[in-house]
């Protein structure tokens, strides 16, 4: 079975500067997808950026990045130049290629932007 | 284009009251799966249909039944609902065959009391 750990519950940063949410997880399986999830209050899931565990470059969305280190099973997300919007619940969340795709989520961490 | 809808957004039950939360999609997915959200933890998979005519069970299916209505509907049914089934609930849905991303729809607030 696969599982996801984020282990900071909570965390806050100033508007502007930058901030690391971590997570690891652990399988066994070498074809898998990993995920970072946003959950604003208004309680919408959106997704925030996907790495392919077969691709070596890590996925960039504009300020949002990951940090993916596949033989430490460690996915990090690094949003750059915080906003007030960005102020959310964030979920890590794994999926093995084939097995129909089903979602295994991190606790989350709830990140708060201060202006 | 509503995407993945969700009725209600909000129920109250007492225990032993049977109720069903309904989930549609209009973006033509072949996948379709429902959520379950607690205070302090992630979203657990709690049943999940392929494609049409097929459902499986999740992580946490127990005192939960699903019916693949057809293409576009999926729907979730607590028989008989106990106060552990409070919780917020989520439809996602996914195009399918090798394509991995989920969309959910805005979430099921259920009390049971």
């Known amino acids: 079975a696969q599982t996801v750990t984020q282990s900071q519950p909570e965390m806050s940063v100033q508007e502007a500067e930058t901030v690391t949410l971590s997570c690891t997880y652990d399988t066994s399986e070498n074809n898998y997808y990993l995920f970072w999830y946003k959950q604003p209050p208004s309680r919408q899931m959106i997704l925030v950026i996907r790495q392919e565990a077969y691709k070596q470059q890590n996925a960039t969305e504009n300020r949002f990045s990951v940090n993916f280190q596949k033989a430490a099973k460690s996915f990090s997300l690094k949003i750059s130049d915080s906003q007030l919007g960005d102020t959310a619940m964030y979920f890590c969340?794994?999926?093995?290629?084939?097995?129909?795709?089903?979602?295994?989520f991190g606790k989350g961490t709830l990140l708060t932007v201060n202006p | 284009n509503a995407g993945v809808t969700q009725t209600p957004k909000f129920q109250v039950l007492k225990t032993g009251q049977s109720m069903t939360l309904q989930c549609a999609q209009d973006m033509n997915h072949n996948s379709m799966y429902w959520y379950r959200q607690d205070p302090g933890m992630g979203l657990r998979l709690i049943y999940y249909s392929a494609s049409e005519g097929t459902t499986d069970k999740g992580e946490v299916p127990n005192g939960y039944n699903v019916s693949r209505l057809n293409k576009r509907e999926f729907s979730l049914r607590l028989e008989s609902a106990a106060p552990s089934q409070t919780s917020v609930y989520f439809c996602?849905?996914?195009?399918?065959?090798?394509?991995?991303?989920?969309?959910f729809g805005p979430g099921t607030r259920l009390t049971v009391t």
């Open positions: 996602a849905s996914r195009v399918g065959a090798a394509t991995y991303e989920q969309y």
């Open positions: 969340a794994f999926m093995v290629g084939g097995s129909n795709y089903k979602l295994t």
